[in-house]
């Protein structure tokens, strides 16, 4: 496939990028072309879920996933929770439960439980949501914070 | 976020802000490749460039180019940037390109013509050495170091004991398995060398830059970035060399950053050891130990092997051993540099002890527990190797630690088991660390040049101890960072030290400080800062000036007053008379840990898994109560790793086998017990208020605990790491 252009949306704004590889992974998109390198890249090859980011609301692997398949969809990395209610509400809880150290997973797992939040509903337990996680590696906090700012989000919403 | 955060870190971390090293891009910036060896062991006839050079916009570089790139320097000798005749590990740089785009760099390397002639691999040590290396085993080329001490007649000790009990144990190759792989971002202009990169030590990457350039140190500028994990495997120098040549061929900023499936082949690696243990009891005491130790250090230089003089102590002590021979040695193969993985080695050897005096006990028909407890080190011992210890939480922590096991015992289902073992380890100094503080009408400023890697030990620990040693809120304190051409000299962030090293420097400032607001006050009394609307205040008696009042014109403009503070700790010292060959380290302070885990093992296939574990740590002081918790569960879970799934499997011929994060298995969210965290005041070390590092403490008695655990409800008896469900059906039979 050679280059073509491009439209999606991302974090709520049009944007069309012009010579697009067939062949160009979104993590490259989002990071060198759009500019947004709060989405990380780990292990580029689905393992570790630093590079999580939502299409058309659903967590995606942004390392796996070739640019032009999301052609006209909506994206939503970590840079565009400011502008969502619910990833507002999910990185309260981390901060609260201090639920990240070297961080380079966080954007990663914040995005992934937006994700899990939306696609599961708000009833959905804790168990459901950290099983559901288990996609996503941390070498710095053993989980266990991370499961504390879960259990902080379903002992008080959304 | 509206709620305010343990963690002054969080809200970049959390919104995506924090600029890592993958991270990094200016304009006009070229993508570089590492070129690597196909074989682990070979001699190099050719590295044929042309075919990456004919591609457009390729910059690319060998040995040869060198001399260009670095007129008048020969680099170091001993450790060539690309080797000249011989490669000696597989994927060893033996050219670097650089491209416009990344994939185009990838090509270029791939394009670039190797030729080398295969010679023998030695990849397994005990190949090496299938007996006990003599004196004049395979030459001094195979071995980086040698260590022996020795205390009492062994001999004699051995013949005459009621229970004599001999072992062997092998440990596995572990990766630290930071999640941000390396990157580095070079820029080469006039004479300067600058490098921005993820790394722990930005002085000793400095250091290590201009020694493998062979340029002068004050020509290099290193700034960190976000570190995203270290746990070891970020210090000294890795890509940056490269990065930074590439930059001087091409005129250009190169960007280097590896992919995850490098970051396992060259990142450093914690390497294969093999321990032969023997243990004389009498009466229910340890009356003589042996060991011998051998170890895996890969392409270590000789002389620059400190993993062995220093892990080996973690094979007598934390127990009294009246009579001993240690002797270990360093053994070269063909593959990279050995390299540190927090607590280096220390989990293995604890392992290793505890494993061996739990049988020991065993066989000699005693009390597993009471054996071990019996023989602890207390404050006012001294150890095996003729230090006094020091204030030592280690008794207490045992103690707690048993109490839990106790009680998981009685309420334990059958098809459970318990285990407790203990370590212990020292709070690093490095060289030394200084800060700078600055203070303003209305915040305290620490300057130093330390970036965060994770741990919180800058951006928490460091603030903490300004908050603490000032009498300031902690949210008046930032953390601010420099580069090494201006930031304060700093060791680096590893070894448990930095809120204790960078810590006492911020005391020692503080005292400066202090001395000079009294100077400004003219006054000579105790001289307190409170916040007072906002402001700044100084208080003595009767004298209150707000700092805003005390600041002359060039303090104003520079944002305050300033004062230096250093602290290059001291060791204690060991009795060098027990020393008969290499270097022994003595500890700067004891610091305690005791774990208890509680297991279940799948009788059919040999599957461990922890039910819950809990930690008590002997920490002298708590510093900042958010993080240090945090910290022993974090490196609970990483122990958990090593003790139960983690393995590099080297191949015969150098291969690393299992390069990626789906064939190295490290703990997912799913398989992560309940972790009760105790941390224990009262036992000063030698941090700031009498902390004690946090940082590898919690890694230590994990491999220990689980397998004591595994043979409490099992009866299996597993004598390697990691134990994997293979390991542990072979000790029960079932293979």
Redesign the interface.
């Known amino acids: 496939m050679t280059a073509r252009s491009l439209a999606l949306t991302v974090n709520g704004r049009v944007r069309s990028l012009e010579d697009v590889p067939g062949s160009e992974r979104l993590l ?1 998109t989002i ?2 072309r759009l ?11 689905g ?2 879920g ?1 590079c999580t980011v939502l299409v058309d609301g659903t967590s995606t692997l942004s390392c796996l996933t070739l640019s032009h398949e999301v052609e006209g969809s909506s994206l939503t ?3 565009g ?2 502008d969502d209610p619910v990833g ?1 509400v999910v ?2 809880a ?3 439960a ?1 639920a ?8 990663g797992f ?1 995005v992934a439980l937006v994700g899990l939040l939306r696609e599961r509903g708000q009833s959905a337990r804790a168990e459901e949501l ?2 559901d ?2 996609g ?12 504390r700012a879960v259990a902080l989000l379903r002992a008080e919403g959304p | ?3 305010s ?3 002054p ?12 090293g ?2 990094l ?1 200016v304009p006009g910036m070229l993508w570089a490749a590492l070129v690597p060896s196909p074989v682990a062991h070979g001699r190099l006839r050719s590295v044929d460039l042309s075919p990456a050079r004919a591609l457009d916009g390729v910059v690319a570089i060998g040995a040869a180019d060198l001399a260009t790139l670095l007129p008048g320097s020969t680099g170091d000798p001993l450790r060539p940037l690309f080797p000249t005749d011989t490669v000696v590990y597989r994927n060893q740089p033996v050219a670097a390109v650089a491209a416009p785009t ?1 994939e185009l760099a990838r090509q270029a390397a791939r394009a670039v013509r190797v030729d080398v002639e295969p010679l023998p691999v030695v990849s397994d040590l005990e190949e090496v050495f299938p007996e006990w290396p003599g004196s004049n085993a395979e030459g001094p080329e195979r071995i980086a170091a040698h260590v022996r001490a020795r205390e009492g007649d062994v001999d004699a000790v051995f013949r005459t004991a009621e229970t004599v009990v001999r072992e062997t144990y092998r440990t596995s190759s572990v990766h ?6 390396h990157a580095c971002l070079a820029e080469a202009s006039g004479g300067t060398w600058r490098v921005r990169t993820s790394t722990q030590t930005p002085f000793g990457a400095r250091e290590d830059i201009a020694s493998l350039l062979g340029v002068p140190e004050e020509s290099v500028v290193v700034e960190g970035t ?6 070891g495997g970020k210090g000294a120098a890795l890509l940056e060399p490269y990065a930074l040549l590439l930059a001087r061929a091409s005129g250009r900023p190169v960007k280097l ?1 590896l ?2 499936r490098e970051e396992f082949l060259l990142g450093r690696t914690t390497l294969p050891a093999v321990f032969r243990m023997e243990t004389a009891v009498t009466g229910g005491r340890i009356v003589g130990r042996r060991v011998r130790l051998l170890l895996d250090v890969g392409t270590s230089l000789p002389g620059r092997d400190f993993a062995t003089g220093f892990s080996i102590g973690f094979l007598l002590g934390p127990y009294r051993t009246p009579a001993f021979e240690v002797e270990g040695y360093a053994v070269r193969t063909n593959k990279p540099a050995f390299g540190p993985h927090r607590a280096p080695f220390a989990p293995q050897c604890v392992f290793v002890l505890e494993s061996h005096l739990d049988h020991v006990a065993r066989e000699a028909g005693l009390d597993p527990l009471a054996f071990r407890a019996a023989h602890l080190w207390k404050e006012g011992d001294t150890t095996p190797l003729g230090q006094k210890v020091g204030p030592f939480g280690l008794p207490t922590a045992f103690e707690q630690a048993r109490a839990t096991a106790a009680r998981w015992r009685a309420e334990a289902l059958p098809d459970r088991g318990v285990g407790v073992a203990v370590g212990f380890w020292s709070t690093g100094t490095g060289a030394g660390g200084e800060v700078r503080l600055r203070l303003s009408p209305t915040d305290l400023a620490v300057v130093q040049g330390e970036r ?5 030990s800058v951006v928490a620990g460091i603030a903490s101890v300004a908050a603490r040693s000032t009498g300031l809120p902690r949210d008046r304190v930032t953390v601010e960072y420099e580069d090494t051409s201006r930031a304060p000299f700093d060791s680096g962030v590893f070894g448990s030290r930095t809120t204790a090293a960078l810590g006492r420097a911020v005391e020692d400032a503080t005292h400066a400080l202090f001395d000079d607001l009294r100077t400004r006050l003219g006054v000579s009394g105790p001289v307190h800062l409170e916040v007072e609307a906002g402001e700044i205040v100084a208080q003595e008696r009767s004298t209150r000036r707000p700092i805003r009042d005390l600041l002359n014109a060039t303090e104003r403009a520079g944002g305050g007053i300033v004062a230096s503070g250093r602290h290059y700790g001291k060791s204690g010292t060991i009795d060098e008379r027990k020393v008969e060959v290499g270097t022994f380290y003595p500890y700067t302070d004891f610091t305690g840990v005791a774990h208890a885990a509680e297991v279940m093992v799948d009788r059919a296939t040999g599957s461990v898994r922890v039910t819950r574990y809990a930690a008590f740590h002997d920490v002298g002081t708590i510093i900042d109560p ?2 240090a918790p ?1 910290q022993v ?6 122990g958990l790793g090593t003790a139960l799934t983690e393995e590099a499997l080297w191949s015969e011929d150098g291969r690393l086998l299992n390069p ?3 064939d190295y298995r ?5 398989e ?1 017990p ?2 009760e965290v105790t941390l224990i005041e009262g036992f000063p070390g030698a941090g700031p208020s009498g902390a004690k590092g946090l940082g590898e403490p919690p890694m230590i008695p994990v491999a220990a605990a689980v397998a004591l655990a595994v043979r409490d409800a099992t009866g299996a008896h597993v004598t390697e790491l990691p134990l994997s469900s293979e390991r542990v059906a072979r000790a029960l039979k079932l293979l």
């Open positions: 490259d990071r060198w500019g947004l390198k709060g989405t990380k890249e780990g292990c580029r090859s393992q570790c630093a990395t970590i840079e929770m400011a507002r990185q309260d981390f901060a609260r201090g990240l150290q070297c961080g380079y997973c966080t954007p914040v950290l099983a996680l288990a996503n590696l941390c070498r710095c906090t053993g989980y266990l914070s991370i499961a | 976020m509206t709620s955060s343990p963690r870190d969080a809200r970049p971390k959390l919104e995506g802000s924090a600029v890592y993958m991270d891009e990344r630290p398995v930071a999640l941000e792989p976000w570190v995203g994990g270290g746990f950053a992919g995850y965060e890697i994770g741990s919180g958010a993080t945090a569960e974090g490196g609970v879970v990483m990626s994060l789906l490290i703990p997912t969210i799913g992560v309940p972790v």
